[in-house]
């Protein structure tokens, strides 16, 4: 069965710093992985969205990659500002654009002004 | 707009009584899925369904039914037998990408 981990579970930083949240995933065997952020009490807002057969995929100061055959992704925030601050959630989907997403529990971060 | 509309945001449940709640999507897709979340958990699945008229079960579908007459409608209802239905209920529909709702808070009184 899928399991996904995120590390840390919390980051707190200064406003302009750049930051790595890490994810990782068990099987390999995947259709995609996709970023969330979660405000409190709101629901998911998708980030950014890599298919299996990409590396990283990049939206303004957000860049992820995936390393499938290490079972690894991480999302990178250039310059962070205090408006990042929320809860990030992996999740990976599993053999076509139809199945079910496996999640991790999220990295809570603070960024301070 | 398309998306996901999710209601209501806030539901309190009395003991012994049965809710539904509300999920309708205007993306055309075929799949819609809930999920149920807890503070310090990641999301887990409670039901999916991938066309109209079937359904399959989740991670943690015990107390639980849905039903899928619609393909814009996949209502879920928490029944009397879900003995600890506090949480955040969240409804999506993944074409790929995945489009969520804002969720429900369920409460137990």
């Known amino acids: 069965k899928q399991e996904v981990t995120q590390i840390p579970a919390a980051l707190s930083v200064p406003e302009g710093e750049n930051l790595v949240l890490n994810c990782s995933f068990t099987?390999?065997?995947?259709?995609?992985l996709q970023w969330f952020r979660q405000d409190p009490g709101k629901g998911l807002t998708s980030l950014l969205l890599?298919?299996?057969?990409?590396r990283e995929q990049t939206s303004g100061r957000l860049n992820a990659s995936l390393d499938k055959s290490s079972g690894r992704s991480t999302l990178y925030i250039a310059a962070s500002q205090p408006g990042d601050s929320a809860t990030y959630l992996c999740?990976?989907?599993?053999?076509?654009?139809?199945?079910?997403?496996?999640f991790g529990k999220g990295t809570m971060l603070l960024v301070s002004p | 707009d398309g998306g996901i509309t999710q209601s209501p945001k806030y539901l309190f449940r009395k003991e012994g009584q049965n809710v539904t709640l509300s999920c309708e999507q205007n993306?055309?897709?075929?799949?819609m899925y809930w999920y149920r979340q807890d503070p310090g958990q990641g999301l887990r699945l409670i039901y999916y369904?991938?066309?109209?008229?079937?359904?399959q079960k989740g991670d943690i579908a015990e107390g639980y039914s849905v039903s899928r007459e619609k393909k814009e409608s996949f209502p879920l209802t928490v029944t009397s037998a879900q003995k600890n239905p506090t949480a955040f209920y969240l409804c999506?529909?993944?074409?790929?990408?995945?489009?969520f709702g804002q969720g429900t808070r369920l409460t137990v009184v």
């Open positions: 999740a990976v989907g599993g053999y076509s654009g139809y199945s079910t997403l496996t």
């Open positions: 099987d390999s065997a995947i259709y995609n």
């Open positions: 890599i298919q299996s057969s990409q």
């Open positions: 993306l055309n897709h075929d799949a």
């Open positions: 369904s991938q066309i109209v008229n079937d359904f």
């Open positions: 999506a529909s993944i074409k790929g990408q995945a489009f």
